[in-house]
């Protein structure tokens, strides 16, 4: 398409030329008139070099039907009194111009309809203009025969001429033109119109030069700019016509250039936002914040340590004046604590006060909220003891039906639907770039899947792999990069044609198996005209050719001062580099610049590390300091939502052939990878196939973390202090350590079947997290509940079921309200719009829920056997053996003698207690000081596993192209 745009601008910026004036030529007359015929200098198969008949004639009366063209496409030359104006061109000259200005029309009119009107008119007075003789001079003419109405008759043709143009006239109407935007190329027009020099080192008269040579492949003939101003030495005019400038209208009923293409249209000042850093400085070197928060530590530690003091002071003045026996009276009356009778469910005294007359606390001394939370409790109370005993006293009907529930519930797991791509991770299914982009990719074909290759140049001098010194045609001595030594290139390109050639295996509906290559699921943007891959690499500005690659060109000429020189590859991509959409005709070694498959390579993403560290993009980038190639496959893509059988089936053949891509470039890294490379590479679906990697990986992690887990649990739990395995087999929890495991691990399933029957999706950070998750939560209340029950011994008048109620009546209504703190806090995480923390924050709370419910029913069955079986002294596990009934337990365990004893005790002294509350206050200033400091935002690598081939992607993402 890039082609097809260039070639007949160039055309119709050259064809204009054909008017010139030779010196014995009167002023004010014309200097050709008409197509004449084919330039003889060329094969008779030329098409592209046709004159115009010279003529030194005044102007000649247009007709109604050429002033009709005129008006239309020189209108600065049709007369204000609408009669039919003289001029230097026929009707054939008109309408190749008209036929020539479509395609400029479609690059800058809709845009910037000004610098259309300008450039137009550079080339109508050329053509046209009725005093042609005065700035155009005829420099060279060639006798041949014409065709046409000229046919068979030798003509005088036009073969050279000198157009004298004014440098204002030139430098505005480049003004007028080099902002236009052109959006196939991401670049201005100027990357079309000037030839090699690109928009980067275009100028007015480069630009000039560059449409009227000949050598560039499109003019018929040499059009060669002369810039002045006011008169030449030998009488010739500068043509100055004026020149409307972009942000104005260039004629009535015609709109001025918008403000994209031409700054000085832009009517808002747009305002200069400064971003305030929160990481402020209150003097050189100092944080602010830091600073302030230590000041607020500083003062706030001195006023805590003063009002201790201050405090201690007045306390210790009153001990001295109270009566010892009163205080001790009043102290334990005041200090008296209100106990639940488990029995009938009223308030006693668990002391009885001292002095009759002090009345003991009741529920009516009680404010409405205390006494309503009370009630509550004590109905929980009730209600836990009551459930307790029923399920000790029928332990495995509980279990059975506990479990049947939890394991019906996990069966959804067969309906599970597990999301794995980021876009539907991360992205909210409601925000309006979420929202639009399911719209594009349902309306139409989502964007492009990529496939890519970085690979950096290692310089090792032992394999000519070095930075080295270029000379380029203006003389610059430019250093390149080690990526242009021509081996590194030959390897890259070995590399892709290795690529180009994978195989992979795909099985059809007929269920036989086919092979396909890249071609087959490739993007190719020209098809059916050219069935080339859209691959983006350096080589393809020599298009993929080895032979291209070694071309040269000996030139006695050169350039710039007429020196001899010998055009190279290095030549070439430098052109390159400044026009990507470079013809074959405007190029020294007579090499496109275009890739096979028909479009440009924009140099600035398909080499990496020209960018000055700790810079951004530079205004004037130096690409052949890169020391990087970036090879980039381009698919196509289908809606992965569509169930349309030519999606489905071309989605599933482009994530085939990535997988083979990935294998393939992990082994050829591992065998064949030249040691002065250096690669990274990436697919479209490696994120996916990484994070699933990583949770199957993760599995053997979940499951020693469970075994350990159960390993403490056992041996913390269980009591024997002595060394008699007799002893250790009674009273240790093997069988119910692993129950409480299974039972965490039962809920986690359980949540998971409960969403996958609702139909909301998983990720793969539940099965990584949320296991852990519950599991110490879950592990928590089994030490709550079994050890509550070691250190509750049972009364006179309990039975075994009665005892267990009790213990579960004490600790259940804490270990609910836990649980729907816990659950509540995650379920409104589910508000959140990322799709990843809201099945997160759903599965979690659930799967909390869940756990509580399976302790309450089926652990606390199983802690009723447990405790009938070491009451009865039958071995764990082996249930079957006794032992001896006059071995006693050992009593409290060493953690718990541990912080009953020395921690407990050391914790509540005075002068640590206050240690304590300064260390966390400081604690929480560090924290709000470093605060700003935290980095907002989700980085890729965090994702993924520490040895996947991706890390190394994401870095020289940031090193080479950031």
Known sequence: MISKIILPTAWFLLIFSHSTWSASVPPGQCIWHDRCGPDPDYPPSDSQHYLMCQYDGPARQVTQEMALIVQDICPHLSNKDGSLPSLCCSLNQLQDMKKNFELPAGLIAQTCPTCYYNFRKNFCDLTCHPHQSEFVRVDGVVHGLGDGEYAGENKTMVKAVTYHVSEEFNTRTYESCKNVQFPSTSDTVMGLLCGPHGSKDCTAKRWFDYMGSITNGYSPFQINYDYGSGH????????????????????????????????????????????????????????????????????????????????????????????????????????????????????????????????????????????????????????????????????????????????????????????????????????????????FDSNFRPFYRTSQVIIHAKEMDEYNITRFNFTDHLRNNLEMGPIFQKTFLKEVLKLQKKIESLEFVYKEEDDMDYKYNLKTVCNKPLSPEIEECNIQNVLAYWQDDEELLDAEKYDPVGSDGDLPRTWNYLDHFLA???????????????????????????????????????????????????????????????????????????????????????????????????????????????????????????????????????????????????????????????????????????????????????????????????????????????????????????????????????????????????????????????????????????????????????QITCFVSLLSLDISREENRRFDILCCLKGDKNEESSGDGMIYNFFKHLYGPFLMKEWVRALVIIIFFGWACSSVAVLPKIEVGLDPEITIPDDSFLRKYFSFLKEYLS
């Open 232 to 439: 030449t030495p030998d009488n010739y005019t500068y043509h100055n016509p004026p020149v409307t400038p972009c942000q104005m209208s260039p004629q009535p009923g015609v709109a001025a250039c918008g403000c994209a293409d031409c700054p000085q249209a832009c009517k808002i000042n747009i305002p200069q936002f400064i971003t305030q850093d929160v990481n402020w400085q209150i003097f050189p070197g100092v944080d602010g914040l830091g600073f302030f928060m230590f000041i607020i530590f500083f003062v706030g530690t001195v006023i805590f340590i003063t009002i201790l003091c201050v405090v201690g002071r007045r306390n210790k003045f009153k001990i001295n004046l109270v009566h010892p026996v009163n205080e001790e009276s009043v102290t334990k009356n005041v200090v008296q604590e209100i106990s639940l009778n488990q029995r009938n469910g009223s308030y006693q005294s668990s002391n009885q006060p001292s002095n009759p007359e002090v009345k003991p606390p009741s529920l009516d001394d009680l404010n409405f909220l205390d006494r309503l939370g009370a009630k509550l409790e004590t109905k929980m109370t009730r209600l836990f003891t009551w459930w307790g005993t029923v399920a000790a006293t029928h332990p495995i009907p509980v279990i059975i039906i506990s479990t049947g529930m939890a394991i019906v519930l996990s069966t959804g797991i067969l309906y599970l639907q597990v999301t794995t791509n980021p876009i539907e991770l991360w992205a909210s299914p409601t925000s309006r770039s979420r929202v639009e982009k399911d719209f």
């Open 576 to 854: 390159c580099a400044n026009n990507p959409t470079l013809t074959s005709e405007s190029d020294k070694l007579n090499i496109r610049c275009m890739a096979r498959w028909g479009g440009p390579v924009q140099p600035y993403y398909c080499l990496g590390g020209f960018i000055p560290k700790d810079t951004s993009f530079p205004e004037n980038p130096d690409y052949h300091q890169a020391d990087a190639v970036v090879m980039t496959i381009i698919l196509n893509n289908y809606d992965s939502q569509s169930e349309e059988e030519e999606d489905v089936k071309g989605l599933e053949r482009a994530m085939a052939w990535e997988k083979t891509f990935i294998e393939f470039m992990l082994e050829w890294e591992e065998k064949e990878k030249p040691i002065y490379m250096d690669i990274a590479f990436n697919s479209e679906r490696s994120i996916e196939d990484e994070l699933e990697k990583e949770t199957y990986g993760d599995i053997m992690t979940i499951v020693l973390s469970y075994i350990i887990m159960f390993v403490y649990i056992t041996f913390t739990l269980g009591q024997a202090g002595s060394c008699s395995f007799s002893t250790f087999m009674i009273e240790s929890k093997v069988t119910l350590g692993l129950g409480g495991v299974l039972i965490v691990l039962l809920s986690v399933t359980a949540s998971i079947g409960v969403f996958a029957f609702v139909g909301v999706p998983a990720t793969l950070i539940i099965f990584e997290i949320i296991p852990f998750l519950v599991l110490a939560i879950g592990v928590d209340n089994i030490f709550i509940l079994v050890q509550t029950y070691q250190r509750e011994p049972r009364k006179d008048d309990e039975s075994h079921a009665e005892h267990v109620g009790r213990i579960v009546g004490e600790v259940a209504p804490s270990m609910l309200v836990s649980s729907i703190s816990e659950s509540t806090c995650f379920f409104l995480g589910a508000l959140s719009d990322m799709p990843a923390v809201q099945a997160f924050a759903l599965y979690a709370g659930m799967a909390i829920m869940l756990d509580f419910l399976m």
